[in-house]
């Protein structure tokens, strides 16, 4: 457990790993560092601009109850901490977001003091290199209130002892259901969540640096689409405790118009039943709210996640 005295800046721990990116290539199988980032007191009072700024943004309702999107952009410069040390084996640059799963175990609310940890686990086979688990906590008063687990993919990297990755599910056939809503996404749309999550990866605020990464133009961010849909279920419906996932597919291209659906869990199709659903991969929660985004008008789908009260 590395202590450090408060949260980093993005935009330093960017520059470090812009970087450092270029030297770390496949080379050997990946070695995680054995350490976690903790910093032990953070004062969410000083976050007051900061949340209703996120809170007008992606349309969550003014609350002191911090959102479990609100607190992934809290503990992300912790995250990202990690992933650029000198013996992180794998580049920041190029790293594809797959999923998210967040839990929410109690409320946390603007002026409370919390804690931050965050480490790297589980680097593992992928059909297309090394996916690695970086995990987010915070704890009030000692005691967890909030975990997030974001997973990456590093193409061309080899899991550690050479293994080989686990059979992977065929993708379940998917019809675009009835929208719920639809999303209008200005070319702005990652200069301003970048604005408020910190996250300036330049695939999202610019369209020559999407370029440099293969994309035609910017690219939203993954997890301001998928707060965007737990803003719209909202946090009467989520309840204080509750878990939040999120599967990425294709990139949203800036400007886009993205179609959504979120929909009761109990009306959707299980996968492989024959219905239009299988919107959680086939583990659709019991209760709690499934959705979907696609581009308009073409069904190419973006991304699933579920909601659901714990």
């Known amino acids: 457990m ?32 054995e350490v976690a980032y903790r910093v032990a007191r953070v004062d969410t009072t000083g976050e007051a601009a900061h949340l209703a700024a996120y809170q007008e943004l992606l349309g969550e309702l003014s609350s002191d109850v911090l959102p479990a999107g609100f607190l992934h952009v809290l503990a992300f410069p912790l995250a990202t901490a990690v992933m650029v040390r000198g013996d992180f084996p794998l580049p920041l640059l190029g790293m594809v977001h797959l999923r998210n799963v967040a839990r929410v175990l109690r409320p946390v609310r603007l002026g409370e003091t919390v804690e931050v940890r965050a480490w790297a686990q589980d680097a593992r086979a992928h059909r297309r290199g090394v996916q690695v688990d970086l995990v987010a906590e915070v704890l009030v008063d000692g005691v967890l209130a909030y975990q997030g687990v974001s997973t990456y993919l590093a193409k061309g990297f080899t899991a550690p002892d050479g293994a080989a990755p686990a059979d992977e599910s065929p993708r379940e056939e998917w019809t675009a259901p009835l929208p719920t809503a639809r999303w209008k996404l200005g070319s702005g749309t990652g200069r301003a969540y970048g604005a408020v999550s910190g996250d300036q990866n330049p695939i999202h605020t610019s369209s020559l640096g999407a370029k440099a990464f293969g994309f035609p133009r910017a690219i939203a961010h993954g997890m301001y689409t998928a707060a965007r849909a737990l803003a719209e279920v909202g946090p009467a419906r989520r309840g204080e405790a509750y878990e939040w996932t999120v599967e990425f597919f294709r990139p ?17 199709a299980p996968a492989g039943s024959g219905g239009s659903g299988g919107s959680a991969g086939g583990n659709e929660p019991a209760d709690g709210f499934v959705y979907d985004g696609w581009r308009s008008g073409k069904g190419t789908r973006h991304f699933r996640g579920t909601i659901r009260p714990l």
Do not use: C, Q, Y
């Open 2 to 33: 590395t202590e450090l005295p408060a949260l980093p800046r993005l935009g330093g721990l960017f520059t470090k790993g812009v970087a450092g990116s270029p030297g770390k290539r496949p080379r050997g199988e990946v070695r995680l560092p």
């Open 252 to 268: 949203v291209l800036l400007p886009s118009t993205v179609d959504v659906a979120i929909r009761n869990a109990a009306d959707v």
